[in-house]
């Protein structure tokens, strides 16, 4: 890639603060606070920004946000599997012919995820 094609040093490509923000949040294990997410992502976001960032994942559904004295507290309405799993779902109700696009996935899958994905179908355990 051509020095100027590449994304200007310190920029994130698109969604990837709130990937980081999400993955923060998930770490968690619990709410907390815009100052403590801040410090959890890399490259030292200023505090407006990650806000901003709380703000569009809560207004987009994918935080909840209670009130904790002057601020407030943020935590991931789902998982990170369910919150994958719901990316995989919106995408696969997007793709048109669902059957072809079932068949294409499963047909890529590596033979362990394959064969996982035949045990999860069966109601079998993992492992």
């Known amino acids: 890639m051509a020095e100027q094609d590449s994304p200007a040093a310190g920029r994130r490509a698109p ?59 943020y935590s991931p309405v789902r998982d990170e599997a369910g919150h994958a799993a719901a990316g995989m779902r919106e995408l696969l109700e997007q793709g048109g012919d669902r059957a072809a696009v079932l068949a294409r996935f499963v047909s890529e899958l590596p033979a362990e995820d394959e064969k996982l994905l035949e045990q999860l179908l069966r109601g079998q355990p993992e492992g």
């Open 15 to 73: 969604g990837e603060l709130e990937s980081e923000v999400l993955a923060a949040l998930w770490a968690a294990g619990e709410p907390i606070g815009a100052g403590i997410v801040r410090g959890q992502v890399a490259g030292e976001p200023a505090y407006t920004t990650v806000l901003t960032i709380l703000t569009r994942l809560h207004h987009k559904g994918l935080v909840v946000r209670t009130r904790a004295g002057r601020g407030h507290l």
